[in-house]
Nanobody, 117 residues
């Protein structure tokens, strides 16, 4: 089992940047596909980006070219660099881990990102 803790959220002006981090404990992240999801008020949770155990990445169309997901298996962390943030990026951002063998899924508690002037 893995425990995930997100950090790095906050308030930023449109056009600004934030870097989210997800720290894992209890298991080695190299055995997991990692992802970031977000949920805005009144909306369903949606995929933002994923990164495979081999480092292959996948992004939602709405964030392509602005967000970058990365992982550091040695530090057991996954990061999301978010640039050119817009008000529509406002949401609670969740870290997600899916074990490649068992398909067990784990979630962090979420971190709030607010983009506003």
């Amino acid at each position: 089992q893995v425990q995930l803790v997100e950090s790095g959220g906050g308030l930023v002006q449109p056009g600004g940047s934030l870097r989210l981090s997800c720290a894992a404990s209890g298991s080695m992240l190299r055995m997991y596909v990692m992802g970031w999801y977000r949920q805005a008020p009144g909306k369903q949770r949606e995929l933002v980006a994923t990164i495979s155990t081999g480092g292959n990445t996948n992004y939602a169309n709405s964030v392509k070219g602005r967000f970058t997901i990365s992982r550091d298996n040695a530090k057991n962390t996954v990061n999301l660099q978010m640039n050119s943030l817009q008000p529509e990026d406002t949401a609670v951002y969740y870290c997600n881990a899916e074990k490649i063998i068992s398909k067990a899924v784990y979630w962090g508690q979420g971190t709030q990102v607010t983009v506003s002037s």
